[in-house]
């Protein structure tokens, strides 16, 4: 003769199933983050295109905006890879290039005390060549922190997106 044994269910604490089922209200918060978020997707692409033709140097990755900015991997025409992190413009504190809606920085973990590359700098003022033509093209815009104001909210925010 053979044993049969009783399939165990989940049962938490309170005695009751785990619910998989989410409220209509917790699905429409989603859908609505969802949504916010495809929008910002779309705006970044828009602004910078992952294909965008910057001469000399590449674009490696465009990541959608964190913690108030935007991180673009770029790569220096011998192959070096770099972070540029696009920020509200801030007037208090310019960028390693401006336009007209936003600064453009080397995130070289530097606090403005390291010297910038030269290649990397020319880089990021091509970047923001073209960021300018697409502000002046009239698109909608992602919307970021300053400097100063990621600096205060984050301050211990870790910005880098290169391993």
């Given at each position: 003769?053979?044993?049969?044994?009783a399939?165990?269910?989940?049962v938490?604490?309170?005695g009751?199933?785990?619910?998989?089922?989410?409220?209509?209200?917790?699905?429409?918060?989603q859908?609505?983050f969802?949504?916010?978020?495809?929008?910002?997707?779309?705006?970044?692409?828009?602004?910078i295109?992952?294909d965008?033709?910057?001469g000399k140097?590449s674009?490696?990755?465009?990541?959608?905006?964190?913690?108030?900015a935007?991180a673009v991997?770029?790569?220096?025409?011998?192959?070096?890879?770099?972070?540029?992190?696009?920020?509200?413009?801030?007037?208090?504190?310019?960028?390693?290039?401006?336009?007209?809606h936003f600064?453009?920085?080397?995130a070289n973990?530097?606090?403005g005390?390291k010297s910038?590359?030269e290649?990397?700098?020319?880089?990021v003022?091509?970047l923001?060549?073209?960021?300018?033509?697409?502000?002046?093209?009239?698109?909608?815009?992602?919307e970021?922190?300053t400097?100063t104001?990621?600096?205060?909210?984050?301050?211990?925010g870790n910005?880098?997106?290169?391993?």
């Amino acid at each position: 003769m053979g044993t049969a044994r009783a399939a165990e269910s989940s049962v938490d604490d309170a005695g009751s199933e785990p619910s998989n089922t989410v409220t209509a209200q917790e699905a429409a918060q989603q859908v609505e983050f969802d949504s916010a978020a495809a929008r910002e997707l779309a705006l970044v692409e828009a602004l910078i295109p992952a294909d965008l033709d910057v001469g000399k140097w590449s674009i490696e990755k465009v990541q959608a905006p964190r913690l108030g900015a935007i991180a673009v991997v770029m790569r220096t025409p011998s192959g070096e890879s770099f972070q540029v992190d696009v920020l509200r413009r801030d007037s208090q504190v310019p960028g390693v290039a401006d336009t007209k809606h936003f600064s453009l920085f080397i995130a070289n973990s530097g606090n403005g005390s390291k010297s910038t590359d030269e290649w990397q700098a020319r880089g990021v003022k091509v970047l923001a060549h073209h960021v300018s033509r697409t502000e002046r093209s009239g698109a909608p815009l992602p919307e970021l922190m300053t400097f100063t104001q990621r600096s205060r909210r984050h301050p211990f925010g870790n910005f880098g997106v290169l391993g």
